[in-house]
């Protein structure tokens, strides 16, 4: 399943994919995702490799060699990782967890599902009753 999630905006983008190939991830999920030039931080699979080519800044993290989070300019922040990635797999395998198992027919609507709910940065009073369908505010008597 290729996603892709911002650093500055926190974003997430994600659909199912058909198989786990260059082409997919780097055409239909990374370059829809990014505007020329911006960075990408992944891992060393040689799927991502494409990126450069496109326009893409890459660096990556090697996993193999114990190696998760780099500081590759010296300021002491470690900017290249791709842990928020992995983080969000941990989530989205937790949301779909309580369904103990998803039919691929469906899969895709909760992982939109998923999406919009890692999206959705706070939950007001307003949202709910639009979600609700409620036109102005209700109180409750006890």
């Known amino acids: 399943m290729p996603a892709a999630v911002g650093r500055t905006s926190g974003r997430l983008w994600a659909r199912v994919g058909q ?78 967890r309580p369904f103990r198992g998803v039919n691929k027919e469906y899969l895709e609507q909760y992982i939109i599902t998923f999406q919009w709910s890692y999206n959705l940065k706070a939950v007001t009073d307003v949202f709910l009753r639009c979600l609700l369908g409620c036109s102005v505010a209700t109180e409750f008597v006890t």
């Open 19 to 96: 198989r786990s190939r260059a082409e997919e991830l780097v055409d239909a999920t990374v370059l829809p995702a990014t505007k020329p030039g911006a960075m990408v931080y992944t891992d060393e699979w040689s799927g991502y490799k494409p990126l450069a080519r496109r326009g893409r800044g890459h660096a990556t993290v090697n996993h193999n060699q114990g190696e998760y989070a780099r500081d590759d300019d010296g300021d002491g922040v470690r900017e290249v990782d791709c842990n928020t990635m992995e983080g969000i797999w941990t989530g989205l395998r937790n949301f779909l």
